[in-house]
């Protein structure tokens, strides 16, 4: 795992850049992540099919102390995980939501969104959250997946903090790197 | 024992009404298509204010074509209180609950995926595939776009899981490789159509978790689907033109071949290990000829009879859920206070031991 830039041009807006060479080593990365994380906090994954915004979010769960397999919230939009810290996981994806944001906020509405954003013990982890930016909190840490052009397994993760809250996260992940 | 069942759990509602937990006196399903042509224009793409609109339409079309007048001769009713969308699932119920108090009928609360498991005791016009008789264990997979669990049935309402999907289910990864081939929605039928004229050994997919031993009854479909992704990626590079119908066919076809593997392979080493008597195989994917052909081939090998459901009892339907509530259900239709039922999105199969 490599970090190849960190730029923190305003303390808000910190953007950092991280190479995994395997799907081990994203899930890996959202280990150290999840370890971070306490209720209000909020992951945005962004990427197409395949990039790993499963694989992290699974690495996520693991970091926060869920035991049992993290499947992918696609057809149920949304699965919960108590945390042994007495917060609760809510893993979110936007895949199966309207292509639109005024289709996707109604649908929102159907799985709850707003309860879950309101849940004062809530950590929350979206996949394909540019379907419902709109929607969510300002401060939240984004995390957009690449692919590499030069090989398959090779994914770029680029983390961009909306917040002063976010920002600590990506401070404290770098600490944890170096 | 007549019931009328409801299921309202993602984007179908239906109804039915169903006899001795076999037989279908009727069963209605109304898709977003059929709205569209009852009620004109265009519908608002929101799940539940879907089955708001239909499930009173839906359900008086079920007890007309049972030939019933109201809820007259009805012996119970039957709901989908999960696993599905809450908000789907709530409309069937608080339809379900409004009957139950309006009719004095006891209301059965019914797993979805067990509906799914019932889906093959179903006799549908006398077809050999319905269940008769019991002859437990009986080893059960159930593969969909929301699920792909391996479980050991030992006798009615009696589940023990053996394994399921670790990330993916496999419905999810043809949706998605059919999402990625360019073949549109839904991608079970997609796939399954462009990979009939495609090569399936024309491209080797891999087969995950088939000789782990630690995983021995356990799935991975997300890996297939990346390793499709990867396949795409590395034609596009080498200037082939992946939008080529033939190129697209063979990679279905190898996907969709690799996915089957898997499926008959783990699901005929669970009947094998566990003494299985029979083997049922239901959910949405259980539509797919692929899976259906490769799975009787490989039970007919082994001596084992193989059950799966007609194609219109594979996708979502109410009969499957009145068959459930009958079955596993009415047992304890004495402790079950219907009107104080709840919907649980994320509800797993009862384990019984």
């Not at chain 1, 840490?141 to 903090?161: Q, S």
Request: with cysteine; charged share 20%; aromatic share 6%.
């Amino acid at each position: 795992m490599e970090t190849t830039s960190v730029e923190t041009a305003r303390h808000e807006d910190a953007v950092c850049t991280i190479h995994t060479d395997s799907a081990a080593e994203t899930y890996e990365l959202g280990v150290r992540l999840g370890c971070l994380l306490h209720p209000g906090d909020m992951l945005a994954l962004q990427g197409d099919l395949g990039a790993g915004k499963t694989t992290l979010a699974q690495g996520v769960a693991r970091g926060l102390g869920v035991e049992t397999y993290v499947r992918s919230p696609t057809f149920t939009l949304v699965n919960e995980y108590d945390l042994p810290s007495g917060a609760r996981l809510f893993h979110i994806d936007g895949y199966r939501l309207g292509e639109t944001m005024a289709e996707a906020m109604l649908e929102a509405d159907t799985f709850g969104l707003d309860q879950v954003l309101d849940d004062p013990r809530a950590i929350v982890i979206i996949e394909w959250a540019e379907r419902l930016a709109d929607l969510l909190p300002t401060d939240r840490l984004e995390v957009t997946l690449d692919y590499a052009d030069h090989a398959h397994n090779v994914r770029i993760l680029t983390c961009r903090a909306r917040g002063p809250r976010s920002a600590a996260l990506i401070e404290h992940l770098l600490q944890g790197a170096t | 024992m007549r019931i009328l069942a409801i299921e309202t759990s993602c984007d179908e509602t239906a109804a039915a009404v169903i006899e001795d937990g076999r037989y279908i006196r009727s069963n209605v399903v109304a898709t977003q298509i059929e709205l569209h042509r009852r009620f004109g224009g265009v519908f608002p793409e929101v799940a539940s204010r879907q089955h708001v609109l239909a499930i009173y339409p839906v359900l008086e079309q079920a007890l007309a074509e049972a030939g019933l007048n109201g809820v007259e001769g009805l012996d119970a009713l039957a709901v989908t209180v999960g696993p599905g969308l809450a908000g789907s699932l709530l409309v069937g119920v608080n339809a379900a609950k409004g009957l139950s108090f309006a009719s004095g009928l006891p209301l059965l609360p019914v797993n979805h995926l067990e509906g799914h498991i019932y889906s093959n005791w179903l006799d549908a016009n006398g077809t050999e595939t319905a269940m008769a008789g019991d002859h437990f264990p009986v080893l059960v997979l159930i593969v969909s776009g929301g699920h792909t669990e391996l479980v050991l049935m030992t006798g009615h309402g009696r589940y023990r899981r053996l394994g399921g999907t670790l990330d993916d289910a496999a419905g999810e990864a043809f949706d998605k490789v059919a999402r990625l081939l360019k073949l549109g929605y839904p991608g079970g039928p997609a796939v399954q159509e462009a990979a009939l004229a495609g090569d399936p050994t024309h491209f080797t997919l891999p087969r995950p978790l088939l000789h782990n031993r630690s995983h021995r009854f356990d799935f991975s479909f997300s890996g297939l689907k990346t390793a499709a992704l990867n396949l795409v990626r590395d034609l596009e590079r080498q200037g082939e033109d992946v939008d080529d119908p033939a190129l697209v066919a063979d990679i279905a076809a190898g996907f969709q071949a690799a996915a089957v593997d898997v499926l008959v392979a783990k699901t005929a080493a669970a009947a094998q290990s566990y003494g299985a008597q029979r083997v049922c195989i239901c959910g949405g994917v259980s539509a797919n000829q692929a899976l259906r052909d490769a799975a009787g081939r490989r039970f007919r090998d082994l001596g084992l009879p193989l059950h799966i459901p007609p194609l219109f009892l594979c996708t979502d339907n109410a009969a499957m859920i009145g068959a459930a509530a009958y079955y596993s259900g009415r047992q304890r239709a004495d402790e079950i206070d219907g009107l104080a039922l709840d919907v649980y999105a994320n509800l797993a199969l009862p384990e019984s031991e």
